[in-house]
């Protein structure tokens, strides 16, 4: 899968694979990389407030993407809090070697 991402930030586009997509429906953050800052980011579909899309979607294949739900999740979710982020993931779709 590949996207065109909105860095609102600098003010500028970047294309990416998509390595994992956490969460669902309102919720959803793309995990891409950010070629500019040579860097992995988890970025939300929209901007909450302002309602824009930040990921343009460029191709929609997900051959080969696996699908974790619950017991599963548990590794990464303990690692998502080591890393400070303690919003609660209830769903990963992406590649196995990235959840």
């Known amino acids: ?19 994992g997509i956490v969460g669902y429906g309102c919720d959803e953050r793309y995990i891409v990389y950010n070629s500019f800052i040579e860097s992995f980011e988890c970025v939300g579909y929209f901007d909450k407030d302002t ?5 343009s979607i460029i191709s ?9 739900e619950r ?3 548990l590794r990464f979710k303990k690692y998502c809090k080591d890393k400070g982020n303690s919003s609660s993931i209830e769903l990963f779709c ?6």
């Open 1 to 19: 899968m590949f996207v065109r991402v909105e860095d609102k930030e600098n003010k500028r586009y970047y294309k990416s694979i998509v390595y």
């Open 51 to 55: 309602d824009e899309l930040l990921i």
């Open 60 to 68: 929609s294949d997900k051959e080969g993407w696996v699908t974790y």
């Open 71 to 73: 017991v599963p999740l």
């Open 94 to 99: 992406g590649h196995e070697d990235v959840a």
